[in-house]
C-alpha cells in the first residue's frame, strides 16, 4: 500500500529565510506527487505536481519541487519565505492504478514565519 | 459565490442528533469528494461521486451517508455519531474522476460531537 511520511511536524522560520519541507513516499510503481498548503480556516489548494518528466517542478507562490527516485522523497523548497506562507502543506501521491483518483495524504508540516 | 463552499462551516451535535453537511462546487466538475481531517491524522478519503454516481465508499460506517442529486450538489448526512468523529469535513470537486484532474477543496465544515 502507497503511503507518505512527513517527518517534520512543525517548521518555523524567519521571513526571507530559504525552506525545505521533507516528503518521503512509498509506492511501488511511478508515483504521482503532489504538494497542497491549507491556510487556516480553508480547504487545501494544489501548489504543484509531479507526473513525469523533468524532476524539478515549479508552483505557484514561488515553491518548487525536487522528485528523487534514489531516495524516494518529494521535497519542497522556497528560496525566501514570505509571512503570507504561514500555513501547513501536506505532501500526497496518487494512486497511478486502479483506483486511479485516490490520492494518500502526509500528515502535514505546520509552517511558522517569524517577522 | 465561486469555487467549491460548504454550509455549515460550523457544527456542534449530540450523539442522537440527524444533520447534514451541504457542498456546492461553481466549477462545472463531474467528480466530487468527501474527506475527514482529523488532528494528527493524515486527510481521509470518505467517497467520490462521478456524475453523480457514487465510485468509492472508504470502508466509512454507515451512520455516515452521502448523496449526490446532481454534479453540483453533495451532501453528507450524520446520524448517531460518535465523538470520534469529531474532525473537519472537507468537499472536494474535480473535472473528472482520476488524478490527473486537480481537486479543488472547500473551506470545510468543523464537526463537534458532543
Known amino acids: 500500500a502507497q503511503s507518505v511520511t512527513q517527518p517534520d511536524i512543525h517548521i518555523t522560520v524567519s521571513e526571507g529565510a530559504s525552506l525545505e519541507l521533507r516528503c518521503n513516499y512509498s509506492y511501488g510503481a511511478t508515483p504521482y506527487l503532489f504538494w497542497y498548503v491549507q491556510s487556516p480556516g480553508q480547504g487545501l489548494q494544489l501548489l504543484l505536481k509531479?507526473?513525469?518528466?523533468?524532476?524539478l517542478v515549479q508552483g505557484i507562490k514561488g515553491f518548487e519541487a525536487e522528485f528523487k527516485r534514489s531516495q524516494s522523497s518529494f521535497n519542497l523548497r522556497k528560496p525566501s519565505v514570505h509571512w503570507s506562507d504561514a500555513a501547513e502543506y501536506f505532501c500526497?501521491?496518487?494512486?497511478?492504478?486502479?483506483?486511479?483518483?485516490?490520492?494518500?495524504f502526509g500528515k502535514g508540516t505546520l509552517l511558522t514565519v517569524n517577522p | 459565490e465561486t469555487g467549491v463552499t460548504q454550509t455549515p462551516r460550523h457544527l456542534v451535535m449530540g450523539m442522537t442528533n440527524k444533520k447534514s453537511l451541504k457542498c456546492e462546487q461553481h466549477?462545472?466538475?463531474?467528480?466530487m469528494y468527501w474527506y475527514k481531517q482529523s488532528a494528527k491524522k493524515p486527510l481521509e478519503l470518505m467517497f467520490v461521486?462521478?456524475?453523480?454516481?457514487?465510485?468509492e465508499n472508504n470502508s466509512v460506517p454507515s451512520r455516515f451517508s452521502p448523496e449526490c442529486p446532481n454534479s453540483s450538489h453533495l451532501f453528507l448526512h450524520l446520524h448517531t455519531l460518535q465523538p470520534e468523529d469529531s474532525a473537519l469535513y472537507l468537499c472536494?470537486?474535480?473535472?473528472?474522476?482520476?488524478?490527473?484532474?486537480?481537486?479543488?477543496f472547500g473551506p470545510g465544515t468543523r464537526l463537534t460531537v458532543l
Open positions: 509531479y507526473f513525469s518528466g523533468d524532476t
Open positions: 500526497a501521491v496518487g494512486d497511478s492504478g486502479g483506483s486511479n483518483y485516490k490520492l494518500t
Open positions: 472536494a470537486s474535480s473535472q473528472e474522476r482520476g488524478i490527473y484532474n486537480e481537486q479543488f
Open positions: 466549477l462545472g466538475h463531474n467528480a
Open positions: 461521486y462521478s456524475l453523480e454516481e457514487r465510485v
